[in-house]
Structure formats: C-alpha cells, structure tokens
C-alpha cells in the first residue's frame, strides 16, 4: 500500500449529502477484474450525459476547481460495499476525502488503500466549503501524523480523530493481510479450540 | 458492582476473538465466507500475487449472482464482461479449491437467499460477503456483515479480519400489525424515521413482539435493509421459528447434532438488562403501507400520505440534496404518489426474492390481469425458490395474469445484467435501493413491499390499498 504522510493541496467541493457508492461508480462500470482504470467512470453519471459529453455543471467538470482533496457532505460512500468507490476516487488522483461523516464500509474500503477519508465537525466542514467556494486557491494542510487539518491562509485548524492502529497502517504503507498472514499459527490454533458453537 | 449482562452480539463477537490488539482492532475470527463474481476477481488476484492459498476452502461458498442473465442460464452469456467476470470466478474456484453453486446448479442464487435456504446459515455464527446486505443472515442469530474487496482478500489469505467492535442499538417492535403491511413496509417505516445513516457506526438488533410473531422469510427482509440505515448488520435472536425453519435444511445438522447445536443456540439473547448503546421503541400500529419519493431509502411516507416539505421532514438535512431527489424522480413537495402512473415492476432481489414474496405477490394477481402498461420482472432469489415457485402452481398464476417468471439472480436490483430499466422510466420496486440510476441508467425507483407491487403491476399505476381491495375484487370464474 502506498504510504500516506502529509498533503497541501486545493479541493474539489461536491455539497451534497448522503452521496452514495452507486453514484461514485455505477455498478455497470463493476464488470472489471482488476483494480485499474476506474478513475475515468468516477461519478459517470453526474459527469457525463447520455452521450458521453460532460456537463459544465458538474464540479469534475469545472476547471476552476482542482486538488487531491475531494470535500463533500455528510454520510458519504453509503450503499453498497464495492470497494472500486475508493478506487475511483484514488484512481482518479484524490489522496484524501473530507466529509463531516463516513459510512462505515466505505471507511474501510478507503483506508485499506491508502485513501485518507478525513471526518471532520460539521461546523468546519461548513467553514471549508465557505472559504473553498469564496477562493478555489484555498489551499489546506493535511498532517496525519500529527492528526490535524489547516486552513493555511488563515491558520484554522482542527484536530480530526482516526484509530491509531490504521493511522500506523497508513503512515508505514503496511496493510492488514500483512499482518494476519503473520499470525497465522495463533489463527490455527484459535480453531483448534473451536470457535464457535456449531 | 460491574454489569456482567450481555447482548446477542456480545456474546457471539466474544467467542470469535482470535486476539486483541494493544490499542487497536481485534482479530475476529470468520466461520462463513460467501463470494460472488464481482467483488471478488481483485481478491483472488491479490492472493495470486502474494502467491499464498485460500486459508480455509471449506468455510467459504461461491455463487454467480450478481452479473447473471435471467433469461437463457443454459446458453453462454451474451455479455462479454459479463462472461469474463462469471468465468473468472469458475477459474479461481476450481484454481484455490472453493466450492460453487454455478448457473444451473440446484443451488444456485442470490448469495443472502441461498445461505439461509441451504442451511449453511446458522445461529451463533461469524458471517461475511463482499456485498452490503450480508446483513440478511442475521435473522438467525448470527453476525453477518458486508465487506470490502481488500477484506475478501483479508478472509480468504487468513480467515479474518481486524475489526473495531461496533456500537449496538436495539430496535423494538411491539403489537399488532395492521392491514396490507408486510415486513418490508415495517423496515421501511423505520429507516424513514431514523433517517439513511441513523445506525452507522452501530449492529442492530431488532425484538419485541411484532418481531417474534415474523416468519423467518420475513425477518430476513427486515435484517437485510439494515445496511440501509448505514448499520454495519442486523440481527434477531433465535427461537423456535428459527428452529423449525432450519429442520431438514441440506447443510444444517440432523437428528441428534441439530438438538446439540439447538442447546448452544438457545443461549443466543441479549440477557435482559443488557445495555445498548441507542434504543428507539416503536409501534407496530403506526406503521402503515410504506413506499419511498426519494433517492435514498429513508425517503420514505406512508402511500396514502403526501411527500412532506423540506422543513415537515426530519430525516434528511440538506435542502439541497431533498430538491435534487425531488427532482430527479420528477416529484413535488407536498403532492401525492396516487394516481402516479407506473410502466416497470421488480418483484425480487436478497430483500424480497424468497417464496413467501412470490406467495404474496401471486396470491393478489391470481385471477386479475396485469395492466397492459407494465413490463414486470419478477425474478426468484434462488434456483430452490424458482422450483418451489413451480411446484406449487405460482408459474401458473403468474402465467395466466400474464406474467413470466424468470431465473435466478439479483437482476434489476442493481441492473448488471439486461434486466434494467430504462431512462426516465418509474420502477415500483421490491428491491432495496432506490438511489440515482440504481435500476438502470436515468431510472426512477420506488421502493415498496411485494404487496403494492402486485396491486401496481394489475392497475398500471399507483392506487389507495383499500380501494383497489374493495372497488376492485377478483372478478368471479
Ligand atoms: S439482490 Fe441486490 S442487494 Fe441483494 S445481493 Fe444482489 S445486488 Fe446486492
């Protein structure tokens, strides 16, 4: 997994709640079996009409507005659990999400490849999209290591919570399979004793 | 004195914990993997280049699902991704050693319908798929929750995953239900009034007594739409409809095991002044026939009512978001859904694709007529609910009332496959999502029970229940 440390970066706002897994990639664009190329179907449908032309409208699509920072509302990545939601979002050059509020399994989907989905208070998520929409050039600091997100021009700040254990993950690139591929003997012997009631 | 009581979920997580880490997840052990062939090709992949096996063939179970035709199992799929995709699962089955319900095999379906069918589901179990309404196989008693691609990988290398343990919200549900309300107009009421992410972050579980008087088919609808209020899974504590559903069961224990597996079962509850860390009450007299306006499940109003104005609501926050729904199904604040005309119907899918939703939805065109209007599929969760479907004369029915049944696989649920529906069009929906484009690119979905479906698909349009039972009865043979 790529390691994740420190970004400064513009962002891309996308003011919409409740933006779900089917809107980031259509299940249509699922047929792949590798993890490649799903960037250019990112938000397919909110980005281009029926004949493949994109809307001026669609932020994606407005050149005023670019950055490894993707900036959307609340209860982002809810639905269904494909994990090409954070492949498209990586794969199209985002590093980061930030949102006041995650769904859980896209949570997870992110972080475990090395997409960093930054929750943030409601208040300063409402507060980047002011400044972000009042000068696109607003450029904002991400240190993980030190768990907190800057405003860079006038030194806002917030100190955003992620699990230690995945902070680790990120920072060093080292994922999870890597770890329980080296407990494999305690997982072995965890069976032995049965796990379960059946 | 240190509260000792426990939930289900404690109790089950507890026995499944292969070690904690000193200040992050735990390592939780998985005893049921189900796959199916789009979430999984980039898992295989990743074992392939790690160059290790899959760690435990026998706890894991493959289906083609998701991708399938409907029509024609028998020929190869026309569709050329669509054949890759169901090809590349066969190879990394028969390459790792893992078991498959291909199309035509007896057992073959939608991953959630078969497990429970089988028997393969069972109380007390840790259970995963790379698919969101995993969930469903809580009505058991069990663990179940949907995954990642990068946690497919995870199970299959190691048997387990690195999960924080959930919070936990109690859902209760107590009386009698009233007329024309099914368990899917019970799960949409709720996710209506605790809004599409009132439960992340939480394992719900659902009792009181409207929950212990529900059939095992319906307590799966129930479960499974609990992903829709962003909860990582539902579940219902066994008892003795769990019991006698899972008698005879190809895959679940017979004779003297099944009575010892009963007794651990019957352990499965949450004692009773376990705490919670959220719990809502509600009213099974309140809940009425339920359909959704929106573009997100918990966009949800009784079908006799009018869609509520922004400020009237209390589930969704963003105004902007509610007028682009709005919009986007071609709805105004404040007007009915009555009178809507409808052209597509979806009977179907892991949240109403079992018998008991064909059994209902025939049990009302039986003897009418399906409007000219309507292009309806009406799709079997399984090959066994397609067969059963058969033998029972529901082909016939449905047959007769000018309706085709088709074969097994999630279908219009996610239009994968050809079963969509087209731009613009209004589909009354079984399934369980109805967001932007879902069914079919441009497509409107309204979510509703298999009930509403049928009287949808015999009057073309959407009518008042009582009316239509009334006004309209069975003309007599
Ligand atoms: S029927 Fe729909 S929700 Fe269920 S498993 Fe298939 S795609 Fe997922």
Redesign the pocket.
């Given at each position: 997994m790529e390691k994740f440390i420190k970004l400064e970066s513009f962002c891309v706002p996308l003011n919409m709640e409740n933006i779900d897994t089917d809107q980031i990639i259509p299940a249509r664009f699922l047929k792949a079996i590798n993890k490649d190329s799903f960037g250019k179907n990112l938000f397919r449908d909110w980005r281009y009409n029926k004949n493949n032309e994109p809307k001026a409208d669609f932020v994606l699509n407005d050149s005023t507005y670019n950055g490894n920072i993707l900036l959307v509302g609340r209860n982002f990545g809810c639905g269904?659990s494909r994990e090409h939601a954070a492949w498209a979002i990586k794969d199209y050059g985002f590093k980061v999400v930030i949102s006041s509020f995650f769904a859980d399994i896209f949570k997870n989907n992110a972080l475990n490849n090395g997409l960093l989905p930054l929750q943030v208070s409601d208040n300063f998520l409402s507060l980047i999209f002011d400044k972000v929409y009042n000068n696109p050039k607003t450029l904002i600091r991400v240190d993980l290591a030190n768990s907190k997100i800057e405003i860079i021009e006038t030194g806002e700040f917030e100190n955003f919570e992620i699990n230690e254990y995945k902070k680790t993950c990120l920072i060093s690139g080292y994922d999870d399979i890597d770890y329980l591929l080296s407990i494999k003997n305690e997982i072995s012997e965890f069976e032995k004793i049965g796990s379960s009631s059946l | 004195m240190i509260n000792k009581s426990k939930t289900l979920f404690d109790k089950i997580w507890k026995k499944h914990i292969v070690k904690k880490i000193e200040g992050g997840p735990e390592v939780l052990y998985i005893d049921k993997h189900f796959i199916h062939e789009v979430t999984s090709p980039q898992a295989f992949e990743g074992l392939s280049q790690r160059g290790i096996n899959v760690f435990r063939t026998s706890n894991t179970i493959a289906t083609a699902?998701?991708n399938v035709p409907t029509i024609n199992q028998h020929l190869p799929i026309k569709d050329k991704l669509s054949k890759i995709q169901v090809e590349t699962l066969r190879e990394n089955c028969s390459k790792f050693g893992v078991e498959l319900f291909d199309l035509e095999h007896k057992y073959q379906g939608?991953?959630?319908i078969i497990g429970p069918e089988l028997g393969i589901t069972k109380p007390g179990m840790t259970i995963v798929c790379g698919?969101?309404?995993t969930a469903t196989h809580g009505a058991f008693g069990s663990i179940a929750f949907g995954i990642g691609t990068s946690e497919v990988e995870m199970v299959l290398a190691s048997q387990c995953l690195m999960q924080n343990k959930p919070k936990q919200m109690r859902l209760n549900i107590n009386g009698t239900l009233n007329k024309y309300v099914t368990a899917k107009d019970i799960i949409l009421y709720i996710i209506s009034e605790i809004s599409s992410s009132g439960a992340t972050g939480h394992f719900i579980e659902y009792s009181g007594s409207t929950i212990d008087n529900l059939s095992m088919d319906e307590r799966m609808t129930i479960c499974?739409m609990s992903i829709e209020m962003g909860a990582r899974g539902g579940m219902i504590a066994p008892d003795e409809t769990t019991y006698s559903y899972m008698t005879e069961r190809v895959f679940a224990p017979k004779g003297d095991d099944f009575e010892k597996a009963k007794q651990n079962w019957t352990k499965l509850f949450s004692d009773s002044d376990a705490k919670f860390d959220k719990e809502y009450h509600f009213n099974a007299a309140d809940i009425k026939p339920m359909i959704t306006f929106g573009t997100n499940p918990g966009m949800g109003i009784n079908i006799n009512k009018t869609i509520p104005y922004f400020e009237n609501q209390k589930t969704e926050k963003n105004e902007n978001s509610y007028n682009k729904a709005l919009n986007y199904m071609g709805f105004k604040q404040g007007e009915s859904l009555i009178g809507k005309k409808i052209n597509y119907i979806f009977v179907?899918?892991?949240?109403n694709?079992r018998l008991a939703d064909l059994r209902i939805f025939s049990e009302i065109v039986k003897g009418r007529k399906k409007a000219e209007n309507i292009i309806a599929y009406i799709v079997p969760g399984s090959k066994k609910v397609e067969q059963q479907a058969k033998e029972e004369g529901i082909e016939d029915i449905l047959n007769k009332a000018g309706f085709e049944l088709r074969q097994p696989g999630?279908?219009a649920?996610?239009a994968m496959n050809d079963d969509k529906v087209p731009q613009g069009e209004y589909c009354v929906s079984t399934?369980?999502?109805n967001f932007e484009g879902r069914q079919g690119e441009g497509s409107k979905t309204i979510l509703a029970s298999p009930l509403i479906a049928a009287v949808t698909a015999i009057t073309g349009e959407i009518v008042d229940l009582d009316i239509f039972f009334i006004s309209r009865s069975r003309p007599s043979v």
């Open positions: 269904s | 699902d998701h939608i991953v959630h698919d969101s309404h499974n179907g899918s892991c949240t694709g999630c279908s649920c996610l399934s369980n999502r």
